[in-house]
Nanobody, 121 residues
Framework: VQLQASGGGLVQAGGSLRLSCAASGSTFSQNNMAWFRQAPGKEREFVAAISRNYATKHSDSVRGRFTISRVNAKNALYLQMESLRPEDTAVYYC????????????????WGQGTQVTVSS
């Protein structure tokens, strides 16, 4: 599956953004999907994941503020981000795969190009 992330931008602290990821190919509904992010000088980290059966996981740092969702009929993945903080500034990547554990980079074999989110204080 090929992935295209969009929706990033510049927002003030406390603001909101909604990221989207458009998928091409017929296997989207069969994949677990996730969002990862990478800040300058830091390793890529897990943000949230949603299974093919719509179960979700969120990292401790975003739980209660971010919500992952998907619409299989549209081959679309979303990340609704609320109460944004400067430490949320990063490039956000969508990913798809069928690995056993949802939170690891190695569980995903399809990656989007990334979309920049910048949160000003």
């Amino acid at each position: 599956v090929q992935l295209q992330a969009s929706g990033g931008g510049l927002v003030q602290a406390g603001g909101s953004l909604r990221l989207s990821c458009a998928a091409s190919g017929s296997t989207f509904s069969q994949n677990n999907m996730a969002w990862f992010r990478q800040a300058p000088g830091k390793e890529r980290e897990f943000v949230a994941a949603i299974s093919r059966n719509y179960a979700t996981k969120h990292s401790d740092s975003v739980r209660g503020r971010f919500t992952i969702s998907r619409v299989n009929a549209k081959n679309a993945l979303y990340l609704q981000m609320e109460s944004l903080r400067p430490e949320d500034t990063a490039v956000y990547y969508c990913a798809g795969g069928d690995g056993r554990y949802w939170t690891r980079i190695v569980d995903y074999d399809s990656w989007g190009q990334g979309t920049q989110v910048t949160v000003s204080s």
